[in-house]
């Protein structure tokens, strides 16, 4: 769960553009815009890098834009993502423990084991200026 920038290509059309990440396999989509193909860039590559994250997949990488070619109708730019927003906006479910909290936080803390328990009595601790 992170911050992600990579590289892709965006190609012209004619009627909009496509966009490839060569870095991320089986992630492309397109846009009727540069500006709508940069949007659905970064909901793809943040829903693709989500799933690998997910599946416990190796994230690659990015490749330097310097190093890829394209053809004069296409151009090469950096397209950034962040999983953990990611999460926030679309995984809204709460999981039931002595609390309830957002599932994708849920998720964040068991991969770092935090003690729910600990953890709420020091949030406790501090909202309530007993410490």
């Known amino acids: 769960m992170a911050k992600y920038v990579y590289p892709a290509i965006f190609a012209d059309e004619g009627n909009g553009y496509s966009v490839a990440f060569p870095d ?13 193909a940069i949007e659905m860039a970064e909901d ?4 693709m890098l989500y799933h ?6 190796v994230i690659l990488p990015p490749s330097d834009c310097r ?4 053809d004069e ?5 950096l ?3 962040d999983t953990v927003e990611y999460r926030k906006f679309y995984d809204k479910k709460s999981i039931k423990k002595t609390l309830t909290i957002p ?11 935090v003690n ?6 020091e949030a406790l601790i501090q909202k309530l200026e007993l410490a």
Do not use: H, P
């Not at 690998?52 to 997949?57: F, S, T």
């Not at 109708?73 to 730019?77: H, L």
């Open 24 to 36: 991320i396999k089986g992630c492309s989509t397109c846009g009727d815009s540069m500006a709508e």
């Open 44 to 47: 793809a590559m943040c829903l």
């Open 116 to 121: 729910f328990s600990a953890t709420l009595q």
């Open 73 to 77: 109708k296409s151009i090469v730019s």
């Open 103 to 113: 599932n994708w936080l849920n998720t964040l803390a068991e991969r770092k084991n």
């Open 52 to 57: 690998m994250e997910e599946n416990d997949e």
């Open 79 to 81: 397209v950034a993502c």
């Open 67 to 70: 190093s890829i070619k394209t």
